[in-house]
């Protein structure tokens, strides 16, 4: 036993050496492409890819929402299957129904896995469509020690779309695509990749990654950012990552086909703002000509708030209002026990509850592909 454990502490500093050489061999590039010192690029290497570790799923006792199929009342049947993205295996998860449209491909957000959709995955299967979502490279059940970057949602969605293309489960399907957020991102750039798309739903998308993060390198990283020097390390360390796809839009996908696309957005979301990173500020460059547009605004008008119902969101608000109420009793102190009791008090149901409204206007465009 003494013997393993030497071992495997010897494999450990082994792997850690291994990856240190390969940070500096990645460092060295980037300083080759961009002239920066090695010093600098070593540190900015080390922050941003503390932006991007793996995600693993939340202890679901104080996690409240329809976020574990384990745990979901009545769940439609599911059958789990795995492809590859590159170095990772990736976990899969098919609905099917019968009588079915068409094959879904849901895309998730950041900091977010596949079941963290359950509710809109159910409505539709509820509505004929069949699913295939999966968690990305670095989250939940999928392989992989990192998330790399946002860019890796439209690598991983460029993967999964030629397995589902090449399986003889889900091949025969006519494909639709929904994403939120960076899932947003690849479900509209990836149509430049693949041209067997019906139609497509982006909820609270991004346009681009790379100025995704250099926005974002300017919010963590403060004056150093303002220097100039996480652009051109960005710029360099993002072609290093992920070659063609950092070169990837929103927009120019969108523009590559003339399929429907419907594009949503809430007016005060604060994570991808309306007037700053969004595909829906970009509606001047907008050439495909069956393009639409949905606005969330009041309780619909954040980057979550616009895929769940005000309902969903008024009770939001309220259990917020209770849990603070019992922070102040308790004097901010929380055990495990009396947080997981709370939270077994929530209705996730209507936590969870999601958009009608604009769910509805996504199965509309994607029957309009049908006809």
């Not at 939340?58 to 009545?74: I, L, S």
């Not at 929103?250 to 399929?259: K, L, T």
């Not at 019992?326 to 026990?337: A, H, M, P, R």
Request: charged content about 25%.
């Amino acid at each position: 036993m003494q013997d393993k454990k030497k071992g495997g502490g010897l494999m450990k500093i082994v792997d850690a050496l291994g990856k240190a050489e390969k940070k500096r061999a990645v460092a060295q590039t980037v300083v080759a492409a961009t002239g920066l010192g090695l010093a600098s690029v070593i540190g900015m290497l080390t922050l941003y890819d503390s932006f991007f570790p793996r995600y693993e799923r939340p202890d679901y006792g104080v996690t409240p929402g329809v976020r574990c199929y384990q745990t979901m009342n009545d769940p439609p049947q599911r059958e789990e299957l795995s492809f590859t993205s590159n170095d990772a295996e990736l976990k899969g998860y098919y609905y099917e129904t019968s009588p079915s449209k068409g094959l879904v491909i849901v895309v998730h957000g950041f900091h977010s896995g596949a079941d963290d959709y359950l509710p809109i995955i159910r409505y539709f299967v509820n509505n004929e469509y069949s699913v295939f979502a999966y968690d990305g490279r670095g989250v939940y059940d999928s392989g992989g020690d990192s998330t790399v970057g946002f860019c890796q949602s439209l690598v991983d969605l460029d993967n999964a779309l030629t397995f589902v293309e090449h399986s003889p489960v889900l091949g025969g399907y006519k494909r639709f695509l929904f994403g939120h957020s960076c899932g947003g991102y690849a479900v509209t750039s990836v149509l430049e990749l693949h041209k067997g798309i019906s139609a497509c739903a982006a909820i609270a998308p991004v346009n681009n990654c790379y100025t995704l993060i250099l926005d974002k390198g300017k919010q963590y990283a403060g004056a150093f950012a303002d220097g100039g020097l996480p652009k051109t390390f960005i710029n360099a360390y993002q072609r290093i990552l992920f070659g063609k796809y950092s070169k990837c839009s929103g927009v120019r996908g969108i523009n590559s086909v003339d399929i429907p696309v419907l594009i949503a957005h809430g007016a005060d979301d604060k994570i991808i703002s309306f007037d700053g990173q969004s595909i829906i500020s970009r509606q001047n460059e907008k050439k495909n000509p069956n393009v639409r547009y949905y606005v969330g605004t009041g309780l619909l008008g954040g980057h979550d708030g616009i895929w769940h119902s005000e309902r969903s969101a008024e009770y939001r608000q309220k259990v917020a209002g209770d849990l603070k109420k019992l922070k102040d009793i308790k004097g901010g102190e929380f055990s495990v026990n009396e947080l997981t009791d709370f939270y077994s008090e929530v209705d996730d149901e209507l936590y969870s509850e999601i958009n009608y409204e604009l769910m509805a206007d996504v199965l509309k465009t994607y029957d309009s592909a049908l006809k």
